[in-house]
């Protein structure tokens, strides 16, 4: 018998994460901030950094940058839970609440990374459909928790890769009747016209838990920090299940240091706002279908061309977007990222070379 062992039975069916990382010019396939953090924001890391003790571990509660957070959202500390990016935060959920026996609920299409790492972690997961402008409802959220009591309730507001953000009333109605935890995913939180926040402390509310990242609107995506708000025993909980050390001095210095830009970060939403209404209108122009975004990135499908070609098309130009196109539901769909106002002209006029 050959001395490698083959992986878990269970993860045989389930492909690897792949967002193709294709050399181009122009990246506009992850959703990243186009613009690199405040001009500020080095030397503030710099003297975070200058802090840190090398050769000690790391303050293994990450209390100042969970208290910076804590008063960023007027919480307690207490109720603050950060790590390796949003992904981590969503993995420590799963490790503490999921596994074998207890079933998570995701709407699809939603971001991939709710079921796969759910998968990982040896959870079932169970879909509701979004209807056809991608919209969760609540008669399938009520009808699948009804028939499967998840221990997790996905929501993911605004939705990647669709771009909608669920209207507060549908979240407010899926927090009051989940029977366990809901997970609102506001990594694109910044952008929406509402967040789930607000409903933190409400009495009948305890379950809910807000997951958001610093790879987007804080323009940290090389650091991976996430965080989640959550009641205590939800934080407590993935404190014991995150590895010892999990979060880097640096990765911790990282945040501190970017929220002394809170003004910028805001302003940065507002450009992206800007350059994504003024792609929508251009794309518009052309023969394609698009959907409403209220994130830093729009779902399109081109009416005249496969996907797959158009994509390459603009690979071929050094521009690299994000075909989605294989998931059953978003057939012939491409996402594009907004970028900089430059970046996104040249999106523009290669993507009419490639309809033409
Ligand atoms: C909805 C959503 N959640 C979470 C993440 C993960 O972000 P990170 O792990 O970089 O914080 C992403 C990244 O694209 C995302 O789109």
């Not at 571990?57 to 959202?73: C, F, I, K, M, Q």
């Not at 081109?302 to 690979?315: E, I, M, N, S």
């Not at 006029?349 to 309809?355: I, N």
Request: with cysteine.
């Amino acid at each position: 018998m050959s001395p490698l062992v083959p992986k878990r039975d269970d993860l045989a069916s389930l492909d690897g994460y792949h967002s193709p990382q294709v050399a181009a010019e122009v990246r506009l396939n992850t959703n990243e901030s186009p613009l690199p953090p405040p001009a500020a924001w080095p030397e503030a890391f710099a003297s975070e950094i200058a802090r840190v003790e090398a050769n000690r571990y790391p303050d293994r509660g990450a209390v100042a940058l969970r208290s910076a957070l804590a008063e960023l959202h007027g919480v307690d500390p207490a109720e603050v839970f950060c790590a390796n990016g949003s992904n981590e935060v969503l993995q420590c959920l799963l490790l503490a609440f999921g596994g074998a026996g207890r079933v998570v609920a995701t709407f699809e299409p939603t971001y991939a990374l709710h079921a796969f790492i759910a998968r990982l972690t040896g959870t079932p997961v169970v879909s509701g459909s979004r209807n056809e402008r991608f919209e969760v409802e609540l008669d399938v959220v009520r009808a699948l928790m009804a028939e499967h009591r998840p221990v997790i309730t996905f929501l993911c507001s605004p939705n990647n890769p669709t771009g909608n953000a669920d209207p507060i009333e549908l979240t407010e109605h899926v927090i009051a009747e989940a029977p366990g935890l809901v997970v609102v995913d506001e990594a694109y939180g910044q952008f929406a016209p509402a967040s789930a926040t607000r409903f933190r402390g409400r009495p009948g509310a305890e379950g809910l838990v807000v997951v958001r990242t610093f790879s987007k609107t804080w323009a940290l995506a090389a650091a991976r920090l996430g965080y989640l708000l959550a009641d205590p025993a939800v934080v407590e909980a993935c404190d014991s299940v995150a590895l010892p050390y999990h979060l880097s001095a640096y990765t911790q210095a990282a945040g501190l240091a970017a929220l002394e830009f809170q003004a910028e970060m805001e302003e940065r939403v507002a450009l992206v706002s800007e350059e994504r209404g003024r792609v929508a209108t251009a794309l518009g122009e052309l023969d394609i279908e698009t959907w409403p975004s209220d994130a830093n990135f729009i779902l399109f499908r081109p009416l005249t061309h496969p996907a797959a070609v158009v994509w390459q098309g603009l690979v071929d130009r050094s521009i690299l977007i994000r075909d989605v196109s294989g998931r059953p539901e978003l057939a012939d769909c491409l996402r594009v990222t907004i970028g900089t106002a430059a970046e996104n002209d040249r999106f523009l006029c290669a993507l009419e070379e490639c309809l033409r």
